[in-house]
């Protein structure tokens, strides 16, 4: 069972990560976008990549949480 959820656990912090990494990303992209148009106008698409990748980011960690703590409770 352990053996289980730490591999649980593992993947999830790597979803974590890839998440944050595509959220910098698309932020980076759209702030780029608008110092180069000078006019502080903002891609739609990638500002709706920017909140998808990190809405998805909050959901991989709430369930890397549940299983740490699941962990901990058979742990005892």
């Known amino acids: 069972m ?3 959820l730490i591999i649980a656990l593992v993947m999830l912090m790597a979803l974590v990560v ?3 990494v ?3 990303v698309a ?3 759209t702030t780029k976008i608008d110092l180069e148009s000078g ?3 903002t891609v739609k698409e990638m500002q709706l990549m920017q909140n ?3 809405f998805a980011r909050i959901k991989y960690q ?3 949480v549940a ?3 699941i962990l901990l409770a058979v742990s005892q």
Request: net charge positive; glycine share 8%; no cysteine.
């Open 62 to 64: 709430a369930l890397a």
């Open 67 to 69: 299983v740490v703590a």
């Open 39 to 41: 006019e502080g106008e």
């Open 27 to 29: 932020f980076l992209k």
């Open 18 to 20: 890839f998440s944050l």
């Open 22 to 24: 595509r959220g910098v």
């Open 52 to 54: 998808k990748a990190m």
């Open 2 to 4: 352990n053996v289980i």
